[in-house]
């Protein structure tokens, strides 16, 4: 399968596409900045200058053309202002989403946060408020589309090593930290699952092996 990973020198999706590699599949990875492909190659990529919120229909179009599944995994990052939650966080989102559409693209995995769905917190600044706004416009946007999507929301991200070990659920869990490793290797772990096709789920550290937690997310289905 070839797949396209926007967002392609985030810490995820630079963890993201070795584990792919690994399974056979190809990936595309978009990113804005030339001076990232060395990274995006030494993990197993293929880079592609593109910057979601400036680049043309039709050059997008190219990008993802021949690919049968999306990750975005695209954010405006910390320190960013309030508008750019807006357009990469939501914007960039919608953009792929609807190249996926136009393409004929089925899959869909989106990288959301805790919290989306819900009002942020008290006090929490305008920023945050923006965050939270965006990734929730962003997952509504993407349950109207016509495509096999999965949409994920990490807990707070740390950078330690994986663990394997997640909580994985369709269910609040509230604010519990995962690593960013954990985090890729559910994403490629739940891809090619059916069962998980329409549906948004939370995630942190936990107990549970992360192909077990795959594989009950069926059970929470019936």
Known sequence: MRIVIAGGHGKIALLLAPLLTA?????????????????????????????????????????VKGCEAAVFAAGAGPGSTAERKYTVDLGGCVRLAEAAEETGMRRFLQISTVGAGHPPRPRSGEVWAAYIDAKTRAENDLRERALDWTIVRPGPLIDSPATG?????????????????????????????????????????GNTPIDQAVVQLADQAQ
């Open 23 to 63: 399974r056979g599949h190809e990936v595309a990875a978009l990113v804005r900045n030339p001076d990232h492909a060395a990274d995006v190659r030494r993990a197993g990529a293929v880079p592609l200058v593109c910057d979601l919120t400036e680049v043309g229909g039709n050059e997008l179009l190219d990008a």
């Open 165 to 205: 070990l997640v909580t994985l659920t369709r269910s609040p869990i509230g604010r519990r930290e995962v690593t960013r490793a954990d985090v890729a290797a559910v994403l490629a772990a739940i891809l090619p699952a059916r069962h998980t096709f329409g549906t948004t789920l939370e995630l942190a550290s």
